[in-house]
């Protein structure tokens, strides 16, 4: 999501009132009848400042594509990340604010034109007075539209029409290691829990077929309620993109966690989305002595792979896996627009 930058209260009024004093400076050296100079300059300080404030509010929300325009993955990082109630009550603020300017501009102009002209000065004032009250009122909605700036940079970039490949399994198993091996991602690998703080994608050509294989974030063996926002990034990627998951297991135990609970978790997210295909990969087999022991957690053998992907071991069966998916349709169903702007 691409939010312009968010400027304070004070950057907006003094851009406001700077471009509102160039012009009535302007109106300064123009000919006009002295009962009606000063109500012309006031006029159009008053005027002009509403204007440039009122602009930069729109450039924001124009900026801010409608939350239930996007794609459910998006409205749900959004709402992970961010959320989306926050969002639009935050650009609810700023609708807001550029209505009363709206208004203020209006109910100035005529008062400063009806008035006589030594009034100008007073009511001008009067003006910025309540301008300033209006634009400090929504500081709060800025302050978050900065946060939710610095933290939607990083979203990820989905490609709707390819065929999605979604990796998953505990962390530390080796899924950032898979990706970089199948794809021309270059994620970060590091031999710690959570190396991997956000989605990372890598995309790949088989056959003429666009590939689109994402890394997601070490999930836990917990009920996704008490799941924590990395985690749930995970989840939103399964649910809306997976035409296929490759579940990883870490065959040696050395990420941490026994291969019990590591099925366990498999058989929580074969339940969660049961219309996806799951594929097994045992990982790090070139740490696996005795082999026989993981035979009680392959449910189906053809859909099995023992891999060793930091030394590229089962690669090749990978891939002609990754030819057999067909991306699966999905019903996106479209809201009605409501005439509330958020």
Known sequence: MMIPTIPTPDEILDKGFSRGKKQADLMRSQKIPKHLKGKRIEERRVVTS?????????????????????????????????????????????????????????????????????????????????????????????DFLDFAKQNLRNMPTIDFDATTIVIAGFPNVGKSTLLRQITEAEPQVANYPFTTKGIQIGHTEMHWKHIQIIDTPGLLDRPVLEMNDIEMNAIVALEHLADAILFIFDASETCGFHMENQYNLLKQIEKIFSEIPVYYLFNKMDLVEDREHLSEYIDDEDKSIFISAIEGEGIDEINKVLRRIKKIERDIEEEDDDDEYY
């Not at 008035?115 to 634009?135: C, D, F, H, L, M």
């Open 50 to 142: 509403c204007q440039v404030i009122k602009d930069k509010l729109k450039s924001i929300l124009d900026a801010v594509p409608e939350i239930e325009s996007l794609h459910p993955f998006y409205q749900d990082y959004i709402d992970i990340t961010v959320g989306v109630d926050d969002m639009k009550q935050a650009l609810g603020g700023l609708n807001w604010a550029y209505g009363i300017i709206t208004q203020l501009e209006k109910e100035y102009g005529a008062k400063i034109r009806k008035n006589p002209s030594e009034k100008a000065t007073a009511i001008q004032k009067q003006a910025y007075g309540r301008i300033a009250s209006v634009i400090n009122k929504i500081k709060k909605d800025l």
